[in-house]
């Protein structure tokens, strides 16, 4: 740490600590809009996440008029397995209140940067202090005002401060537009499917046929779902060694290992879990067990099989108790329309361009993650300074 680095606890450089209340009546006092109530599991790290975003009308939101959100807050998860997570609120979600599982931390402006704050808080230094002091002395993790009060960082001069916040917030932006892309660009693919194989739409003017699925265009077919692909389950990754291979799970991507289960394009399918949440995957992976791998019988067929399957609902078709739940044999024996292979080759030319688009931005943001993981630690620890790595960074932003 250099000379001009101060350490100070939280109480000493910042206006407000608290955390809020959940309604009286629970989720059944939520409304459909109104004024967001931010919970934990709204709060991840680096990121705001809509998920299950709560809505409280005006009269509920007086009462939590002592926990009122304000812009540039930084918001730390205060219990349970979700314990120091932090975030701070884009603007298009004010105004906003916290439950009691979240505080608003707000920094005193004239000696704290709120940004500087957030990624003091997210340095794995400081998460691990937060992680220990939950799990002190109580059976449900849990972290306390006074521990938050007494929690010490070490800052510099607020410009110093200012700087480094800069340039980290820079490589979030730049994360978060790439995110919001794809989201487009998802979108834009998820249509054209639904305009082409739903509606009918470019092919409305041609002769249709008569199917167990109703009238479809001429020289296209209902088959069952095994004659489009091959199902194959995953299987358990925790044995293997870690290296640049993603493995899936249902929520996403889990870690990288050193080996592949699969390595041609594949569309992924919860066995358990989060059963709506459908991957395409262009490169070699392993997926776990609780998830369905696919091998494509058809050229040209990938995109279609991934848009037929999101635009299925799956999770309406859990067979599950406790967990939902998929089976092979349901899934194989349920009916789909195969397009002929030109109309097939046609779709795959138009949602490729797409989709390329797609996998460029998700590898930029792996980059990007990886450059704001490293200079983390070490520009919020005063290890280095800017200047140190502004060349690789105005490579990348």
């Not at 917030?169 to 194989?197: Q, R, V």
């Not at 292979?341 to 795959?348: D, W």
Request: hydrophobic share 40%; proline share 3%; glycine share 6%.
């Amino acid at each position: 740490m250099r000379e001009n680095w101060k350490t100070y606890k939280l109480s000493e450089i910042t206006s407000k600590i608290g955390s809020g209340a959940t309604p009286r009546g629970g989720k059944g006092a939520y409304k459909d809009s109104g004024i967001s109530l931010i919970r934990s599991q709204n709060v991840l790290d680096f990121t705001f996440s809509t998920n299950g975003l709560a809505f409280i009308d005006e009269k509920q939101a007086a009462k939590l008029k002592n926990v009122e959100v304000e812009s540039k807050d930084v918001l730390l998860n205060i219990t349970g397995d979700s314990v120091a997570r932090v975030c701070q609120i884009p603007d298009q979600f004010f105004p906003a209140r916290v439950n009691q599982h979240v505080a608003i931390i707000r920094a005193d402006n004239k000696i704290l940067d709120p940004d500087f704050l957030k990624y003091s808080l997210l340095t794995y230094q400081n998460k691990n202090e937060l992680l220990n002091l939950s799990s002190a002395g109580a059976t449900r993790k849990a972290i306390t005002k006074s521990m938050i009060e007494d929690f010490e960082i070490k800052i510099p001069e607020i410009t110093e401060q200012r700087a480094i916040a800069s340039i980290l917030s820079a490589i979030d932006d730049k994360i978060e537009n790439n995110l919001a892309m794809n989201k487009t660009l998802e979108d834009m693919a998820m249509a054209l499917y639904k305009h082409w194989f739903v509606d009918f739409g470019p092919f409305k003017d041609g002769k249709f046929i008569d199917s167990e699925l109703g009238k479809i265009p001429e020289g296209w077919e209902v088959i069952k779902l095994e004659d489009l692909v091959e199902i194959k389950y995953g299987k358990d990754h925790k044995k293997l060694n870690d290296g640049s291979i993603p493995v899936f799970g249902s929520g996403g991507i889990m870690r990288y290992v050193d080996t592949h289960l699969y390595d041609k394009e594949s569309v992924l399918v919860p066995r358990k879990g989060s059963l709506n949440n459908i991957f395409l995957v262009s490169q070699p992976f392993w997926s776990v067990d609780t998830m369905f791998y696919t091998k494509m019988k058809h050229d040209n067929s990938l995109k279609y099989v991934y848009h037929l399957l999101k635009g299925m609902k799956l999770g309406d078709m859990d067979v599950g108790s406790a967990i939902p739940s998929l089976t092979t044999k349901l899934l194989n024996s349920l009916e789909v329309i195969l397009p002929s292979s030109q109309v097939l080759s046609k779709y795959e030319e138009n949602t490729t361009r797409l989709y390329e688009q797609i996998w460029a931005n998700e590898n930029e943001n792996k980059t990007l993650t990886q450059l704001r993981d490293t200079l983390l630690p070490k520009l919020i620890s005063g290890e280095v300074r800017l200047k140190e790595f502004e060349e690789k960074i105005t490579a990348v932003l």
